[in-house]
């Protein structure tokens, strides 16, 4: 019994522990998880004071923001598995959390029941398809060409396409009575294919190489998606929406030509 309870001497200084110093290459990518999440909680403020337009580029914010914390951690090499938890954490509020508020304060409540159904379904499916994403990861087996797709669409894009019913009240389009069916129809569709298993188009590797000939036309794209965007953005946000559903078709059957090309390498090296 008194292995159980060993004696303790207050007199006497434990030994300290040591912390090795971080650097600040893995420090910044964290940094900007962070900034993702404050801009996600930012969101459902605006949402509650009734500022529709200014919940909506929080989020946008939150998503961009989402999109660089990973590529800045690959370009300081500051990856790391704290990183990684923090960033699925960091998007379950801003794409999960937030979107679900924002839809249900600005449509779904007239469903009372079932639009609140309907908004923890969406985020039910957000923290699934984190998870997933997640056990993915640390998939040993997973060929490289496969880093290239998503399996179902990922949070953030389950995020921006959900919030499409939104992007319509914003531009003040005339909506019939039934919208919030509707509404809540298109999130539950989106909900399904974010725990879908259906593969979409990642483009991790894209532009990583771009060739000498594209890179000033490089330039005159970007400056034109940007002008657009702060020009004409939730009609930027609409169109792109909508684009992006209908390249799904497209991404999925990328996926399964280059899956027979892999089998038939691996069954004739």
Known sequence: MTDLFPPFEPDKDPR????NAVPLRVLIPNLVTMLSLCAGLTAIRFAYEGQLRYALIAVLVAAILDGLDGRIARLLKGTSRFG??????????????????????????????????????????????????????????????????FTGIPTPAGALTGLLP?????????????????????????????????????GKTFGSRVPREWVLPLFVI????????????????????????????????????????????????
């Open 84 to 149: 990684a938890e923090l960033d699925s954490l960091a998007d379950f509020l801003s794409f999960g959390v937030s979107p679900a508020i924002i839809l249900y304060i600005y449509g779904l409540n007239e469903l009372q029941s079932l639009g609140w159904i309907t908004v923890v379904l969406f985020t039910s499916a957000s923290a699934l398809r984190l998870a997933r994403f997640n056990v993915m990861i640390d998939d040993p087996t997973r060929p490289e060409w496969q880093k290239n797709f």
């Open 166 to 202: 939104a992007y319509f009240l914003e531009l003040g389009l005339e909506v019939p009575a039934s919208f919030a069916v509707v509404e809540a129809v298109y999130v539950l569709f989106i909900a399904f294919m974010m725990v879908s298993r259906i593969p979409t188009f990642a």
């Open 222 to 269: 970007v400056i034109a998606i940007v002008g657009l965007l702060v020009t004409y953005m939730f009609q930027f946000l609409a169109v792109t929406t909508i684009l992006y559903l209908l390249m799904i078709p497209w991404g999925s059957r990328r996926y399964r030509m280059l899956e027979r090309l892999h089998r038939t390498a691996g069954a004739h090296p």
């Open 16 to 19: 300290p522990r040591r912390f």
